[in-house]
């Protein structure tokens, strides 16, 4: 079966803009998961969303946002980009706690 | 505070060496536990993930780990190690309590020497 799609690969953009990233989970999972990977940080979860709503939420400035659509599939928003946001973002996708598919991440850039 | 602690930034190991990775986790209950590797800008692969039963875990690529509860511990290990198990590694816990929450160690990374 196919695994986790995330969408965008890679990214630049310029500070003070917005980005929008993607994830399809794998088919039959509702619930999906986003981290933020950087150096300094190490993996952070950022929030989690099972069937429309989130249910689960990082310790993230709001500038960091998320949606779940009804197939499940996922995007997650950065709104006014901070040279702090460069990172490489993953999804992941669950049917519990007990498994995660992670898709092979966004490479966020901010010049 | 739910925490976990891999003390080992760097491990150094010869291609055919024994390798194991160490991880501690402070959470009120068994915590699910997994162990994930990370290639250069990739994503994370499963390597294996215990729940309950049998505390020694086999997983993939010939990696097995421990659940010792009395030690709070899940240590990794490989009896023979391959140039291609260069990368980085990652230990994980989730609870049901918490959600579908994946709280990581800070990550070893692992070199090999031929």
């Known amino acids: 079966k196919a695994g986790v799609t995330q969408t965008p690969r890679y990214l630049i953009k310029t500070r003070g803009q917005q980005v929008t990233l993607s994830c399809s989970p794998i088919?039959?999972?509702?619930?999906v998961s986003w981290y933020q990977q950087t150096p300094g940080q190490g993996l952070q979860f950022l929030f989690e969303y099972f069937s429309e709503t989130q249910r689960n939420k990082g310790n993230f400035p709001g500038r960091f946002s998320g949606r779940q659509f009804s197939n499940s599939r996922s995007e997650m928003n950065v709104s006014t980009l901070e040279l702090g946001d460069s990172a490489l973002y993953l999804c992941?996708?669950?049917?519990?706690?007990?498994?995660?598919?992670f898709g092979s991440g966004t490479r966020l850039t901010v010049v | 505070a739910q925490s976990v602690t891999q003390p080992d930034i760097h491990i150094t190991v010869s291609e055919g060496a024994s390798l194991e990775l160490r991880c501690n986790y402070s959470?009120?209950?068994?915590?699910?536990l997994f162990w994930y590797v990370q290639s250069p800008g990739q994503g994370l692969q499963l390597l294996l993930k215990y729940f309950s039963g049998d505390t020694l875990v086999q997983g993939i690529k010939g990696f097995e780990a421990e659940f010792k509860r009395s030690q709070s511990s899940f240590n990794l290990r490989k009896p023979s190690v391959h140039w291609s198990d260069a990368a980085e590694y990652f230990c994980a816990v989730a609870t049901q309590a918490a959600g579908n929450k994946l709280t990581f160690g800070g990550g070893t990374r692992v070199l090999v020497k031929p």
């Open positions: 959470y009120g209950a068994t915590p699910y």
């Open positions: 992941a996708s669950s049917l519990d706690a007990s498994g995660y598919t």
């Open positions: 088919s039959g999972h509702r619930s």
